[in-house]
Nanobody
Framework: QVHLVESGGGSVKTGGSLRLSCVASGDTTRNTCMAWFRQAAGKDREGVAS???????FYADSVKGRFTVTHDKAKNSVYLEMDSLVPDDTAMYYC??????????????????????WGQGTQVTVSS
């Protein structure tokens, strides 16, 4: 089992920045992929960014150039640096982990059903 805990959410104005953190505990040796997803009110959960522990990242088109995902294997952590935030980024952000190699496949890397373990989420609110 893998337990994930997110932190770093908050409220910012348009153009602001936030850094989300996710720490994994438990059987973390199996965490091949770690990713961030988000779910806005009334919408489906969507992939934001993924990182393979051996290197390699994927991003949703909506966040490319603004968000940066980093997988720190030594700390069993994944981070999401979010810059130039806009109101459409407002959502609950979830960290997820996969024991397979989902994040090596661009067609699966940001697909929620591919991930086995999920955190409780951290809220990000961006106001205009």
């Amino acid at each position: 089992q893998v337990h994930l805990v997110e932190s770093g959410g908050g409220s910012v104005k348009t153009g602001g920045s936030l850094r989300l953190s996710c720490v994994a505990s438990g059987d973390t040796t199996r965490n091949t992929c770690m990713a961030w997803f988000r779910q806005a009110a009334g919408k489906d959960r969507e992939g934001v960014a993924s990182a393979y522990r051996g290197g390699g990242t994927f991003y949703a088109d909506s966040v490319k150039g603004r968000f940066t995902v980093t997988h720190d294997k030594a700390k069993n952590s994944v981070y999401l640096e979010m810059d130039s935030l806009v109101p459409d980024d407002t959502a609950m952000y979830y960290c997820a982990a996969d024991i397979g190699a989902t994040c090596m496949d661009p067609n699966l890397a940001l697909s929620p059903p591919e991930y086995q373990y999920w955190g409780q989420g951290t809220q990000v609110t961006v106001s205009s």
